[in-house]
């Protein structure tokens, strides 16, 4: 059984010592006033009307004073256990360590704040799903926006290092390159060689037959160095009508790479109905030998023999005069 004193429930056994302790508290209350009081009339009938005026007043307030801290005492009582439950769960809760229902046990006088509180914190988590999800999104998007943009710039890159008619590298790919493949061959002791290709009579041949047809040429050129060389050779066109070849190959190998290439070529340029057809002259150089390997030094090595051999070429097409 229970019972109920100024709105706490209490159980039938501690009723009467709540109601005692109660009786207690207004007993004292009420003995300091009628104290007080005794003493004010006392003052006043001793003629000191003033003095006993201030005092009632002191009575009076300490009195008051008195009603509101036992009141606050009261309420304090019956605010502290819903508050200290309510304290106790909001971090855990908050956490995850417990469910939000769990605040539906704080009860009292907090338990409309503990559902505003449960009320608040579903409404958080919700909308930090929200958050969580619509940043899983702009992420998808971001990578979806990032890898597009990658293919974007590798496609320019790749425009950007080739020649737009061959479909060759270009001279700017060349250097780049060059430099890169001479220190890979050097660390790995792999000989490299460089042939340098110039197409002879290839002036005749767009002038008879028109630009069309020499740039059919090049194609047709920039084809056999591809279907001659392996995957990891490296064919480049330098504008007009030159061509090098990079091939991780001594030069014996580049040699007959380069002899290979002109056969093929000169066989297509017997098929055109031209007095000089178009031909092939190659110089090959590699890094074996006593000079050093640069770039630059490999190059101009194949270009020296380049010239020698379009010097040959054109030797042994010019009719000899006759002599008297």
């Not at 270009?170 to 790995?188: I, K, V």
């Not at 028109?210 to 084809?223: P, R, Y």
């Not at 000169?266 to 002259?281: E, K, V, Y």
Request: proline share 5%.
């Amino acid at each position: 059984m229970t019972d109920s004193l100024d709105g706490q429930e209490v159980s039938a056994d501690a009723a009467p010592f709540a109601r005692s302790r109660r009786g207690t508290e207004i007993a004292l209350a009420s003995a300091g006033e009628a104290a007080g009081l005794a003493a004010v009339m006392y003052l006043v009938a001793s003629g000191q009307f003033v003095a006993g005026l201030l005092l009632l007043q002191l009575v009076l307030s300490v009195g008051m004073l008195l009603l509101v801290l036992w009141a606050g005492g009261r309420r304090r009582r019956q605010w502290s256990q819903p508050l200290s439950d309510l304290l106790e769960l909001l971090p855990r809760v908050r956490r995850g360590d417990e469910p939000i229902e769990t605040l539906s046990a704080v009860g009292g006088k907090l338990a409309p704040i503990a559902a505003s509180f449960a009320e608040l914190l579903r409404d958080l988590r919700q909308q930090r799903s929200i958050n969580a999800q619509l940043q899983d999104e702009m992420r998808q998007r971001v990578a979806s926006k990032t890898e597009a943009l990658e293919r974007t710039i590798g496609a320019l890159r790749q425009q950007a290092a080739r020649d737009g008619l061959t479909g060759l590298y270009n001279r700017r790919m060349l250097d780049a390159y060059l430099p890169e493949a001479l220190e890979r061959c050097a660390s790995t002791g792999t000989p490299l060689s460089l042939l340098m290709i110039d197409i002879d009579h290839f002036k005749p041949l767009n002038d008879t037959l028109g630009h069309a047809a020499g740039d059919q040429m090049l194609k047709t050129i920039a084809q056999l160095i591809r279907s001659t060389i392996r995957d990891r050779d490296v064919a480049f066109r330098c504008g007009g009508d030159e061509f090098v070849v990079l091939l991780e190959a001594d030069e014996s190998a580049g040699r007959a790479v380069a002899e290979r290439i002109t056969s093929l070529a000169n066989a297509i340029g017997r098929t055109l109905r031209l007095p000089s057809p178009p031909t092939l002259s190659i110089g090959v150089s590699s890094t074996a030998g006593p000079a050093p390997a640069t770039p630059e030094a490999l190059i101009h090595r194949a270009d020296e023999e380049l010239y020698r051999v379009k010097a040959e070429h054109h030797r042994a097409v010019t009719p000899r005069r006759r002599t008297a």
